[in-house]
Nanobody, 116 residues
Framework: QVQLVESGGGLVQAGGSLRLSCVASGRTLSLPFMGWFRQAPGKEREFVASINWSGGSTSYSDSVKGRFTIARDNAKNTLYLQMDSLKPEDTAIYYC?????????WGQGTQVTVSS
């Protein structure tokens, strides 16, 4: 099994920055892909970004491309999401996730609120 715990959320003004972290424990070597998703009130959960094991391949949603950066430190079993130039529409609960084929493992989420 794999456990994922996010941290780093909070309240920030528009234009500001936050860095989310996600610490993985358990069978972490079985996690070739990790990613971030978010869910805003009244909306479905949506993909934000993903990264492969080596960090050499990343993917972003169009809505965050150029503003967010995903990274991982395998030695620390930690996934990061650097969020810059935040907008009010980025307000959501952010979830860390991991997969081999499908997104099997999820964290409990961390709230990010961006005020205008």
């Amino acid at each position: 099994q794999v456990q994922l715990v996010e941290s780093g959320g909070g309240l920030v003004q528009a234009g500001g920055s936050l860095r989310l972290s996600c610490v993985a424990s358990g069978r972490t070597l079985s996690l070739p892909f990790m990613g971030w998703f978010r869910q805003a009130p009244g909306k479905e959960r949506e993909f934000v970004a993903s990264i492969n094991w080596s960090g050499g391949s990343t993917s972003y949603s169009d809505s965050v491309k150029g503003r967010f950066t995903i990274a991982r430190d395998n030695a620390k079993n930690t996934l990061y999401l650097q969020m810059d130039s935040l907008k009010p529409e980025d307000t959501a609960i952010y979830y860390c996730a991991a997969r081999k084929v499908i997104w099997d493992y999820w964290g409990q989420g961390t709230q990010v609120t961006v005020s205008s």
